[in-house]
């Protein structure tokens, strides 16, 4: 009984052999299975055109660009848009939705330093930095309001209001008077005191010629 086991297993695995043989072709390189692909290649998948193409997205309008297109050139105030807004109307916004942060007067609060004060304290160690004592041109704290406050609402200032924060905090800074009003006019008008401080920017890696093709 136990020297026929041997040979009823060596059995099954030449049926085994045959079968796959069968199946697969079982030749050398070059030779076709059974089913007339050539061994070692895959058959090629046959891609059938959509009947329609897949539409993602849409045209982009001057409209849909207009909420993203908010880009100031600071030194002239190019791209403000319309609006205005005065100095009163500014602490009515500040307490409304500024002062919880930056405190009262904008002098400091929970979250933020001061905004006030520090004017000629650039060349000096520490320097205070506020708007009024670093900023060269007005127009880059409308800028800065818009984009960027409140922190947890940005962007949800109307023109309006940047404008009358605006006017506010030149006014605390000792820039305009009381009675002052800012809109896209007036604002690029405000001399700040920082504004003849700075040095161009000379180093040859500042600046760059486009080049496409023969570039040095």
Request: proline share 9%; charged share 15%.
């Amino acid at each position: 009984m136990s020297s026929a086991k041997p040979s009823l297993a060596l059995l099954a695995g030449a049926l085994a052999l045959a079968s796959c043989a069968n199946l697969g072709g079982g030749g050398p390189m070059g030779e076709k299975s059974s089913v007339g692909i050539p061994l070692g290649k895959t058959a090629p998948h046959n891609v059938q055109p959509l009947a329609d193409k897949p539409h993602f997205g849409k045209p982009v309008s001057e409209a849909d660009l207009a909420s993203w297109n908010i880009d100031i050139r600071t030194p002239d105030g190019a791209g403000l848009p319309a609006g205005r807004g005065s100095v009163a109307q500014g602490r009515q916004v500040y307490a409304a939705k500024c002062a919880a942060c930056h405190g009262a007067d904008a002098k400091g609060g929970a979250v933020y330093g001061t905004m006030v004060g520090g004017i000629g304290s650039m060349t000096q160690s520490p320097r205070v930095l506020t708007p009024g004592s670093m900023y060269p041109y007005a127009p880059i704290l409308f800028d800065y309001i818009r984009r960027a406050m409140p922190m947890d609402r940005p962007q949800t200032l109307t023109n309006d209001e940047t404008y009358a924060l605006s006017a506010l905090l030149l006014n605390l800074n000792g820039l305009v008077p009381a009675d002052a009003v800012m809109d896209a006019q007036s604002l690029p008008k405000v001399q700040m005191p920082n504004r003849n401080a700075f040095l161009t920017d000379d180093r040859p890696d500042a600046k760059a010629t486009r080049c496409m093709t023969n570039c040095k």
